[in-house]
């Protein structure tokens, strides 16, 4: 167990549908990151939150949108899916800085 | 812009042969370097990271990797591989900002490992 923790673990859904990945960051790290994985693109930077804070984006499609809670849980929101959109969805988190970096074991999201 | 190329998507080595996974990346900074093992279904797991200091860099499961700033790369290395080393592996540059590093991955090399 990493202590990074996504819910759920699979996730089954329909084209134009909306869902939210969840994720619980390992205990006392302030950062969460969100990386998608497929096969076409590869494994992908989506977005970070510091403390509750966008601090950096990278190929975020405008139909996805995430934040991070007061208790430094995030949530990442994919909206009207389509099916290139089906890929392994995964969490980190740090403390910051350049200390060590844990990823989540990941939320497969399938789009049919 | 940062970027990691991993010229070999598949490499097929034989067990207790010794292994050499290649990766160039480009950052215009001294740059953060991450080597990430995956396993079929799995997460990903750290087997090394360069951040500065001594360019050989060793890490889990025998692996090691060195920096050459010359050339842009940072190879990773394994003297004797074993039949569990069969995984995808990530080469990835970390882009710091004040509240983390961002990774930037590579495409990833498929390892097989034949008997």
């Known amino acids: 167990d990493s202590g990074v923790t996504q819910t759920p673990k699979h996730l089954i859904t329909a084209t134009g549908q909306r869902v939210t990945l969840r994720c619980s960051p390992r205990s006392g790290d302030l950062s969460v990151y969100w990386y998608q994985q497929s096969l076409d693109q590869g494994l992908q930077f989506l977005i970070q939150?510091?403390?509750?804070?966008?601090?950096a984006k990278g190929n975020i499609l405008e139909r996805f949108s995430a934040q991070q809670f007061p208790d430094l849980h995030s949530e990442l929101n994919l909206s009207s899916l389509e099916l290139g959109d089906s890929a392994l969805y995964f969490c980190a988190s740090s403390a910051g800085g350049n200390y060590g970096y844990t990823f989540g074991s990941g939320t497969r999201l399938t789009v049919v | 812009a940062q970027s990691v190329t991993q010229p070999d998507i598949h490499i097929t080595v034989s067990e207790g042969a010794s292994l050499e996974l290649r990766c160039n990346y480009s950052?215009?900074?001294?740059?953060?370097l991450f080597w990430y093992v995956q396993s079929p279904g799995q997460g990903l797991q750290l087997l090394l990271k360069y951040f500065s200091g001594d360019t050989l860099v060793q890490g889990i499961k025998g692996f090691e990797a060195e920096f050459k700033r010359s050339q842009s790369s940072f190879n990773l290395r394994k003297p004797s591989v074993h039949w569990s080393d069969a995984a995808e592996y990530f080469c990835?540059?970390?882009?710091?900002?004040?509240?983390?590093?961002?990774?930037?991955f590579g495409k990833g090399t498929t390892l097989s490992v034949s008997s």
């Open positions: 939150y510091y403390n509750g804070e966008e601090r």
């Open positions: 950052y215009g900074a001294t740059p953060y």
């Open positions: 990835a540059v970390g882009v710091t900002n004040q509240a983390g590093t961002a990774l930037i």
